[in-house]
């Protein structure tokens, strides 16, 4: 019996600093309403859901950014969204910003399933941008300011199949689809806010859609998966957001897009057997990377790089314009 899950990627548009969480709440629940009616059985919010992206913006004092987090999941603002879930019967993840009772800061999504329970949470492991405000740039990117890095990528056993998590900047990684697709997953959901300009290479903003879609489809491909990327797309706060949301096969083939840059559902059967297609064929781990030959190429340590190149490259470094993004 063939496991096809309906999923809706739920984009939003985008959220003002004006924006009450109650108000963003009502538009997600219904978005939920429409992934039901559509017969959804998981709807994927984007990152960071609940509020505008406020790494865009410095502040000299952590407390005065609290507001933005949430200390409780549910909390009152968003136990509405649980409780609809469970009464239409239909999972979703979310991603938000997360103050645990110590004190840490995540950038955190969780999987909530039919029933409304959690059953999945993650914490955003590549954070870019920078830690200290940059006056050069027309808008910050402090995610390193704001969160700490979470501690690696896990998969649920939910919605009768494999699913894992990831955020945003994680899905230009391919460790990402790999660490997930090693511990057999079959679906991967990933929210992302991502600014059309990009202050250290602007010559990348024309090129945004391109990249998102390319990391996309070649993870979901590597690796013998089904990725959901949904983002928050649109204005906000003066900073264009890339909407482009995709739901992508294990092929690599894009299964449903969104094509605005508002609220939009789109929605794609999701047959989970189809991974085995892939991964018990062209990306079988088990056959392909054998230890005894990859832990030789593993070892390596960066390019062997000749004597007489290296002399060459380093006379040749000049220094560069703008400070490199930290650690991007
Ligand atoms: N945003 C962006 C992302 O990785 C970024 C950061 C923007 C990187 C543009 C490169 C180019 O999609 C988040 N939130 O990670």
């Not at 407390?63 to 239909?90: C, I, K, N, Q, S």
Request: hydrophobic share 40%; net charge negative; aromatic share 10%.
């Amino acid at each position: 019996m063939s496991r096809v899950l309906t999923v809706g990627a739920a984009q939003m548009g985008p959220i003002q600093l004006a924006d009450a969480r109650p108000e963003v709440v009502e538009r997600l629940v219904a978005l939920l309403r429409s992934g039901a009616a559509a017969g959804c059985d998981l709807v994927v919010f984007p990152e960071l859901a609940l509020t505008t992206f406020f790494p865009r913006w410095w502040v000299d004092d952590l407390a005065d950014a609290d507001h933005f987090y949430e200390t409780e999941m549910p909390g009152p603002d968003t136990r509405p969204l649980f409780d609809e879930a469970r009464r239409l019967g239909v999972g979703f993840h979310l991603g938000y910003a997360e103050l645990t009772s110590a004190g840490h800061r995540y950038n955190t999504a969780i999987l909530v399933e039919r029933d409304g329970s959690i059953v999945g949470r993650y914490r955003k492991v590549h954070l870019p941008g920078h830690s200290e405000h940059e006056p050069w740039r027309a808008f910050q990117h402090l995610e390193r300011y704001y969160f700490e890095a979470g501690d690696g990528f896990a998969v649920h056993g939910a919605f009768g199949g494999v699913v894992g998590m990831a955020i945003c900047n994680d899905r230009r990684w391919p460790e990402t689809y790999r660490v997930l697709g090693l511990q057999g997953c079959e679906l991967a959901l990933i929210g992302y806010n991502t600014p059309i300009h990009y202050a250290p290479d602007p010559a990348q903003d024309r090129l945004q859609g391109f990249h998102n879609h390319l990391v996309l489809q070649s993870g979901a491909y590597q690796n013998g998966m089904w990725v959901v990327g949904v983002a928050k797309a649109g204005e906000e706060e003066g900073c264009a957001l890339l909407g482009e949301s995709a739901i992508v096969a294990p092929s690599g083939e894009i299964a449903a897009l969104c094509t605005t840059d508002g609220d939009e559902l789109a929605v794609a059967e999701v047959d989970l057997d189809l991974c085995a297609g892939y991964t018990g064929t062209l990306f079988d781990f088990h056959r392909y990377r054998r230890p005894e030959v990859y832990g030789r190429i593993t070892a390596q340590r960066g390019p062997e790089v000749p004597a007489g190149v290296r002399a060459a490259l380093d006379d040749n470094v000049e220094s560069t314009a703008e400070p490199e993004e930290e650690g991007s």
